[in-house]
C-alpha cells in the first residue's frame, strides 16, 4: 500500500498533500482536546507503535503470511483524531529513514493509510458497535471496520494510480507516471486486498483487539457519545463517493480508443499491482489469470469482479462469524 | 526443598509435530532489521564529515521531484552519474544496502510495468522504471546517512510546529524501545512454540496487545516525568544552523542538478 | 551437555562475547557472573538458539547448532523444548490473556491430551504456589507473580536445562529465598542449571561452578564458586564487587 514517488503525478501528490493539511490540523487539536491524561507523549507513542505493528507478519490459514496497516485498530484504541497523527508520522519516518513509500507521495499514502482507514474503519467499528450490545458484536464491527477500511484505502490509492494516464501524458500521448487506467488499476489493487490483504488486517486488528479487551477493557479510547451524527455522515459521505470512483472510471474509459482496451484486457492478464508487503508465497498472476475473461469485453471483467466482491463480502462476513463462534466455544 | 512432580523428574521423550509457523521468524527479521538501522544511525556526535539535515532533507525533496517532472532521459542520465558520484563516496557497505533496496524497488517497478511494454509503452515504462530507481536511491542514500536524531531539528528548521517534533522526536526513541520489547516477547514465543499452535492470531494478538499496554504506560510515565520537570504543554525545540563546507558542496550540486533540469527541457 | 569452542559474538561494531570455551556437564548447576556489559546476556540467548556465534562452535549433547540446523524445524523445535530460558524481563515472557493458559501454552503445542495438560499446569501452579493467580491476568501481576509464572511456564515443557538471566532481579528478599529453593530442588531432580547474576547473597550453596566473563568480554576464570565468592581481591579486580 505504501506508494513509492514516480507513481503518481507530482501535481497528484500536491493535491493530496495539500488535502491532508487540514486533516492534520483538526486531528492535531482534537486528539490534544480529546486525551486528556497523557497527552503528548501519548501521540508520540502510539506513532512508534503504529511503526512497529507494521512490522509484524501475521499468520494466515495454510502458511502464508503478510503485514497489516493497523489503522482501525489504533483508531479504535486511541480514537481517529490520534490515529490520524500517529499513523501519519510513523509513514514519515517510513519515507524519510527506511525508503519505504515515496517523499513526494507522502501526502498521497497519508491521505489513503492516515485518513481513509483509521476514520472509516473506526466509524464502521461505532456504528455497528453501537447497534449490538455484546463483546461480539464490538469485534464483528471491528472486523467488518478494518476489512473494508483498507479496501477503501486499496480503493482510493487505485483511483490515484488510474487517473494518471488520463491528466500525465507527454507530447507522444505517452504516459508520465502510473501506465494503467482505472479499469485495471482499480481491479488490480482491489482483487489482492479483498481476498488476502483485508483478511490479514482482520486477524491483526480483531486478534489484538480481543487481547487488549480482555487484559485491560480501561485503556480502549471511548468515544465521545455526540460523535454518532458526524459518523453517519462521514458514512453518507464514503457511500456517496465511491459511486464517484465507479464513475471516474467510466470517462477515463472513454478516453482510450477501442483497439487499447483490446491490449489492456490482454496485456491485462500478467499486470498487477501487489502491495509490498505481500509478495512473498502470494500468486497474483494466477488469479489475475482467471479474473479476464478471453475474448469478452473489458467491462465484463469489471462487472466480474464487482460481483465477486460482493460475493466475497458475503462469504466473509459468514465465515467471520464462525469464526468467532468457535473461538468463543474453545475459550 | 520442594516436592518435584513425577512427570519433571523424567526427560521428556519428545517428537515435535510439524507446523506453519514462519511468521514468527519472519516477524523477527523484520524487527532486526528496523533495530539495526536504528542502532546504527543514532546517537552519532555530529563530526566533520557529516552534512547539515536541513540541507540533505531540502536537497532530497528538490532532486526527488525534478526526477519526478522531466521528461528528458538526457537529466536522467545525468542525475544517475551524479547519484554513482554520491555513492562513490560513501563506504561499500553502505553503497551495498542503498542499490538492494533501490534495485529491489526496480524490479519490482519492472514487472508492474511489463505489460504496458506490450502495448507499445516501452520508452515510457523505461522513463518510470529509471525514475523510481533514482529516488528511491537518493532517498536510500540520505536516510543511510543521516543521524535519526537530527532530522526532527531540520523539520525545526523548516518552521514545523513545536508539537509536531516532539511527536516525531518520541515516536523515533520509542521506536527502538518497543521494538527491542517486542522483539523480546517474539523470541519468548519462538523459544516455547515446541509443537503446534492452534491459536496463532491469538499468540500475535498477545504481543501486539501487550505491546500496545506497555506502549500507553510508557506514556503515562513520560507525561509524569515531564511534568514534574515543569512540562506544560509548551515546547521549544532547540537547534542551530551551522553550515560547513560540505553543505556548501550538497547545495552547489543540488543548484547544478536544477540548472539541468531547464537546460534539458529546453532542447 | 553443552560445549562452546572459541565462540565469539558480534553486535554491531563490537564483540559482545570473545572466544569463549565452555563445557557444562549435565546435572551441574553453573553461575555466570561478570559486571554490567560484559555479555552474560548474550551468552545465555547464544545457548538458547537465539543469537548466533560469528565464529567458533555450539555443541547440545553432540548436536552442532548452527542456523542450517535450527532451519529444521522439528529440530529446532525439540532443541527449544529442551532447554528453557527465563528472561531477564518477565514481562516480556508472558503474552497469554490468562495465568492458566500461559503455563499450558507449551504442554498444548506438544501434542499431550488435555488431562495430561491440566495435570502439568496444577504441577506447576502448586510447585511455584501460585493458586491465587490462576484465573489473573499477567500482564497486571506485581514483579514477583510474573517472574513465578513464566518460570512455571517454562517448566511445563519439562526442559533438561534451565538457563535463568538475572532470576533474582527486582524481587523482594522472600522472593529470592523462594526462588532459590525452586532452583535448588529443580537441580537436585536432575536438572541443568546455568544461570547469571550478581545478587550473591541469596544463592549461596545453589552453585558448585562458577564462570566469570571479564569486561573485555572473554572468559576470565572457570572453577569453584566457593573459591571464587570468597576471592574478594579477583573479584575486586574484575570489578565486579
Request: aromatic content about 10%.
Amino acid at each position: 500500500m505504501h506508494i513509492p514517488d514516480n507513481y503518481l503525478s507530482p501535481a497528484t501528490c500536491a493535491v493530496m498533500g495539500a488535502a491532508m493539511v487540514p486533516v492534520w490540523a483538526i486531528s492535531a487539536r482534537k486528539a490534544q482536546a480529546e486525551i486528556s491524561r497523557a497527552k503528548v507523549p501519548l501521540l508520540g507513542i502510539g506513532a512508534a507503535f503504529s511503526f512497529l505493528i507494521m512490522m509484524f507478519n501475521v499468520p494466515l490459514p495454510g502458511g502464508t503470511t503478510g503485514h497489516a496497516v493497523g489503522g482501525t485498530l489504533i483508531a479504535a484504541l486511541l480514537g481517529p483524531w490520534a490515529a490520524c497523527i500517529a499513523v501519519s508520522v510513523a509513514l514519515l519516518i517510513q519515507a524519510l529513514l527506511f525508503g519505504d513509500g515515496g517523499i513526494l507521495a507522502f501526502g498521497a499514502n497519508a491521505f489513503n493509510m492516515a485518513f481513509v482507514i483509521p476514520f472509516l474503519g473506526y466509524f464502521i467499528y461505532r456504528f455497528i458497535k453501537g447497534r449490538t450490545s455484546s463483546p461480539r458484536g464490538e469485534l464483528i464491527g471491528l472486523g467488518v471496520g478494518s476489512y473494508l477500511a483498507i479496501n477503501m484505502a486499496a480503493l482510493c490509492a487505485a483511483i490515484e494510480f488510474g487517473i494518471q494516464p488520463a491528466i500525465a501524458r507527454d507530447a507522444a500521448g505517452l504516459p508520465l507516471y502510473c501506465p494503467y487506467p482505472l479499469a485495471v488499476s482499480i481491479p488490480a489493487m482491489l482483487i489482492p486486498h479483498l481476498v488476502v490483504a483485508g483478511f490479514i488486517e482482520v486477524f491483526f486488528t480483531v486478534g489484538v483487539f480481543a487481547f487488549i479487551k480482555r487484559v485491560s477493557p480501561g485503556s480502549v479510547y471511548e468515544g465521545a457519545r455526540t460523535r454518532i451524527q458526524a459518523i453517519y455522515g462521514l458514512i453518507v459521505a464514503f457511500v456517496c463517493l465511491s459511486p464517484l470512483g465507479l464513475l471516474a472510471s467510466g470517462t477515463a474509459w472513454g478516453e482510450w480508443g477501442a483497439e487499447e482496451i483490446k491490449n489492456v484486457a490482454t496485456g491485462g492478464k500478467a499486470l498487477g499491482y501487489v502491495p509490498t508487503g505481500m509478495t512473498n508465497g502470494f500468486s497474483l498472476k494466477a488469479l489475475l489469470a482467471d479474473y479476464t475473461v478471453p475474448g469478452m469485453p473489458e467491462w465484463t471483467g469489471y462487472i466480474v469482479s464487482a460481483v465477486a466482491g460482493a460475493a466475497l463480502l458475503v462469504i466473509v462476513f459468514k465465515l467471520f462469524g464462525l469464526l468467532r463462534r468457535s473461538e468463543v466455544e474453545t475459550s | 526443598m520442594k516436592a518435584m512432580p513425577g512427570w519433571l523428574l523424567q526427560d521428556a521423550r519428545y517428537q515435535p509435530r510439524q507446523d506453519k509457523d514462519a511468521f514468527v521468524d519472519r516477524s523477527i527479521l523484520r524487527f532486526l532489521s528496523v533495530l539495526s538501522k536504528g542502532r546504527a544511525r543514532s546517537g552519532r556526535i555530529q563530526g566533520h564529515g557529516h552534512t547539515e539535515p536541513l540541507v540533505k532533507v531540502l536537497s532530497i525533496i528538490v532532486v526527488a521531484l525534478l526526477v519526478s517532472l522531466t521528461r528528458s532521459p538526457a537529466f536522467l542520465v545525468l542525475t544517475a552519474t551524479g547519484l554513482l558520484v554520491s555513492l562513490a563516496f560513501q563506504e561499500a557497505r553502505l553503497i551495498a544496502r542503498v542499490l538492494k533496496t533501490s534495485l529491489a524497488v526496480a524490479v519490482f517497478t519492472v514487472l508492474i510495468l511489463l505489460p504496458s511494454v506490450f502495448w507499445g509503452r516501452g520508452s515510457a515504462a523505461v522513463m518510470i522504471t529509471v525514475k523510481v530507481f533514482l529516488s528511491v536511491a537518493f532517498v536510500k542514500l540520505v536516510s543511510a546517512t543521516a543521524d535519526w536524531a537530527s532530522i526532527s531539528g531540520a523539520f525545526k528548521r523548516l518552521g514545523a510546529p513545536d508539537l509536531f517534533i516532539l511527536v516525531f522526536d518520541i515516536a523515533l526513541k520509542y521506536i527502538t524501545l518497543l521494538g527491542e520489547f517486542a522483539l523480546s516477547m517474539l523470541y519468548a514465543l519462538k523459544l516455547r512454540s515446541v509443537g503446534r499452535n492452534t491459536g496463532k492470531t491469538a499468540s500475535l494478538g498477545g504481543i501486539a496487545g501487550t505491546l500496545f499496554l506497555k506502549s500507553k504506560e510508557m506514556a503515562e510515565d513520560m507525561y509524569g516525568a515531564m511534568e514534574c520537570r515543569g512540562f506544560t504543554g509548551e515546547y521549544r525545540a532547540a537547534g542551530r544552523l551551522r553550515l560547513r563546507w560540505r553543505d556548501g558542496m550538497v547545495c552547489g550540486a543540488t543548484g547544478l542538478l536544477i540548472a539541468l533540469f531547464f537546460l534539458t527541457r529546453a532542447r | 551437555m553443552i560445549e562452546l569452542q572459541g565462540v565469539t559474538c558480534t553486535y554491531g561494531d563490537g564483540d559482545v562475547l570473545t572466544e569463549v570455551d565452555l563445557r557444562i556437564q549435565r546435572g551441574e548447576a553453573v553461575a555466570i557472573i561478570g559486571p554490567n556489559g560484559c555479555g552474560k546476556s548474550t551468552l545465555l540467548k547464544l545457548l538458547n538458539g537465539i543469537v548466533l556465534p560469528r565464529k567458533g562452535r555450539y555443541a547440545f549433547d553432540a548436536d552442532d547448532i548452527t542456523p542450517e540446523r535450527l532451519k529444521d524445524a522439528t529440530f529446532a523445535k525439540r532443541f527449544h523444548q529442551r532447554i528453557g530460558f527465563l528472561f531477564q524481563n518477565s514481562d516480556t515472557q508472558l503474552f497469554c490473556p490468562v495465568v492458566h493458559d500461559e503455563i499450558a501454552f507449551g504442554p498444548r503445542q506438544m501434542g499431550l491430551s488435555e488431562e495430561q495438560v491440566a495435570r502439568r499446569v496444577e504441577d506447576c501452579i502448586e510447585l511455584m504456589g501460585i493458586g491465587k493467580l490462576r484465573n489473573r491476568v499477567p500482564y497486571h501481576l506485581s514483579e514477583g507473580e510474573k517472574r513465578k509464572v513464566a518460570l512455571a511456564a517454562v517448566l511445563a515443557l519439562n526442559p533438561e536445562v534451565l538457563v535463568l538471566d538475572e532470576p533474582m532481579n527486582g524481587l523482594d528478599p522472600r522472593m529470592k529465598h523462594f526462588l532459590r529453593e525452586i532452583i535448588l530442588s529443580l537441580n537436585h531432580g536432575g536438572k541443568t542449571i546455568l544461570c547469571s547474576t550478581h545478587d550473591f547473597r541469596y544463592i549461596d550453596g545453589v552453585f558448585r561452578t562458577a564462570v566469570v566473563i571479564g569486561e573485555d568480554h572473554r572468559v576470565v576464570r572457570v572453577g569453584s564458586y566457593h573459591e571464587i565468592i570468597n576471592d574478594k581481591d579477583f573479584l575486586r579486580a574484575q570489578n565486579i564487587i
